[in-house]
């Protein structure tokens, strides 16, 4: 596609609940990233993907975040047993090359509120 | 550890006026520096990057250099118009440190006519 796609563009959910946040990233990226951004803060890194291999989740801050990309495209980020410290919006990017070279390009994020 | 210092904000000009947004870094390899941009409703865009020292990135008139002596990558706009209202993202990635991005906590600028 044209740019990176998320959704849904907002979630709510009730504590205790499990979500599922997709990406679809641009059409041959092969890198795929997820970030959280809270209110007022920049993003901050959670989990990188290349291809379908994970190669880094040392951002994920507990064991109830997972995320997935079985076919090297479209990605899933998943929070089971939400807690309403996981209301934040949650950003994908994705790049084809280096990205200290060239950067990456950012969805429009997913705005998860936990009541 | 790698991380973004960024000025503090709300910053409101008047059309027309300079821009600065001061951004200074600490990272433990060869950083990669980039202003990110996010308009209201809307995801980051890339503005502008630099990937060495004394490299200055530019688009859309904003300009920033890359400074190793005073690990700044100051962002700068010699006439803003309100479009250029949004919040602004200094941001690195190290050589250390592969494809992780390390984001500045941003800063809101409002341009009044």
């Known amino acids: 596609g044209a740019g990176v796609s998320q959704s849904p563009r907002y979630k709510v959910a009730k504590r205790g609940q499990d979500v599922a946040l997709r990406c679809d990233p641009i059409?041959?990226?092969?890198?795929l990233f997820w970030y959280q951004q809270a209110l007022g803060q920049g993003p901050e890194f959670l989990t990188y993907f290349q291809n379908e291999a994970q190669l880094d989740k040392s951002g994920l801050p507990s064991d109830r975040f997972f995320a997935e990309r079985p076919e090297g495209s479209v990605s899933t980020l998943k929070i089971q047993r939400t807690q309403q410290e996981d209301s934040a919006v949650y950003l994908c990017?994705?790049?084809?090359?280096?990205?200290?070279?060239?950067?990456?390009?950012f969805g429009s994020g997913t705005r998860l509120t936990v009541v | 550890g790698n991380s973004v210092t960024q000025m503090e904000g709300p910053v409101t000009l008047s059309e027309e006026a300079f821009l600065t947004i001061n951004c200074t870094y600490t990272?433990?390899?060869?950083?990669?520096l980039f202003w990110y941009v996010q308009y209201p409703g809307e995801g980051l865009q890339l503005l502008l990057k630099?990937?060495?020292?004394?490299d200055k990135g530019s688009n859309k008139g904003f300009e920033a250099t890359y400074r190793k002596e005073t690990t700044s990558f100051h962002l700068e706009k010699g006439s803003v118009q309100v479009s250029d209202s949004a919040v602004y993202f200094c941001?690195?990635?190290?050589?250390?440190?592969?494809?992780?991005?390390?984001f500045g906590t941003g800063t809101s600028l409002t341009v009044i006519p």
């Open positions: 941001a690195l990635s190290d050589s250390n440190t592969g494809n992780q991005f390390y």
């Open positions: 059409s041959g990226h092969v890198s």
């Open positions: 990017a994705s790049s084809w090359g280096e990205v200290r070279v060239y950067g990456y390009t």
């Open positions: 630099a990937t060495k020292a004394d």
């Open positions: 990272a433990t390899g060869y950083p990669s």
